[in-house]
Antibody
Framework: EVQLVESGGGLVQPGGSLRLSCAGS????????MHWVRQAPGKGLVWVSR????????NYADSVKGRFTISRDNAKNTLYLEMNSLRVEDTAIYYC????????????WGQGTTVTVSS | SYELTQPLSVSVALGQTARITCGRS??????VHWYQQRPGQAPVLVMY???NRPSGIPERFSGSNSGNTATLTISRVQAGDEADYYC?????????FGGGTQLTVL
């Protein structure tokens, strides 16, 4: 079964840091571009970041650029999101998702991990 | 910035046809993807590249894209179709989502 499982969410104070993980299974992880998408409470989906299959190229939403870093370890079939200088507005469920080929839809999503930034 | 416009809500009677739109100037030049998100669950891809259904998605779901509007059509709507629906396109290597449409089945 193709599966993505996120972990690492939690409660953190403003200005703090957190690292999210997304473990892939059931597919050849190293073949696919991967993405992070977040959803604030009661709001819509917002794209956060993406990384290509070998980790050489990354992109970020303007709202997280310079604070978040996406990376991957293909030997461990794991995607990461390092989040620094967290703000209250970063509070959201964070999903990882895979794209079968660049330009297509995100065909597999994890169940999400919740990040709460609050004092 | 690239923006996609969706109606906040659509209501449809059980067994009827629901149409959810996604608007942007010349959206026909883009491939549009659609996601269904039931309450408390992760999104699920229900249509990709305008009118292609992933494996496991019922034939009742169809898509089109022309001019300034892409449309997700759900025929013979069932109670289980009640969910939020999001359109999405790629702008360079970044993903852009519409604001989402809440589908209510009456």
């Amino acid at each position: 079964e193709v599966q993505l499982v996120e972990s690492g969410g939690g409660l953190v104070q403003p200005g703090g840091s957190l690292r999210l993980s997304c473990a892939g299974s059931g597919f050849i992880f190293s073949n696919y571009w991967m993405h992070w998408v977040r959803q604030a409470p009661g709001k819509g989906l917002v794209w956060v970041s993406r990384i290509d299959s070998d980790g050489r190229n990354t992109n970020y939403a303007d709202s997280v650029k310079g604070r978040f870093t996406i990376s991957r370890d293909n030997a461990k079939n794991t995607l990461y999101l390092e989040m620094n200088s967290l703000r209250v507005e970063d509070t959201a469920i964070y999903y990882c998702a895979k794209v079968p080929i660049p330009g297509s839809g995100m065909d597999v999503w994890g169940q999400g991990t919740t990040v709460t930034v609050s004092s | 910035s690239y923006e996609l416009t969706q109606p906040l809500s659509v209501s449809v009677a059980l067994g009827q046809t629901a149409r959810i739109t996604c608007g942007r100037s010349n959206i026909e030049d883009k491939n549009v993807h659609w996601y269904q998100q039931r309450p408390g669950q992760a999104p699920v891809l229900v249509m990709y590249r305008d009118n292609n259904r992933p494996s496991g998605i019922p034939e009742r779901f169809s898509g089109s894209n022309s001019g300034n509007t892409a449309t997700l059509t759900i025929s013979r709507v069932q109670a289980g179709d009640e969910a939020d629906y999001y359109c999405q396109v790629w702008d360079s290597s970044t993903a852009v989502f519409g604001g989402g449409t809440q589908l209510t089945v009456l």
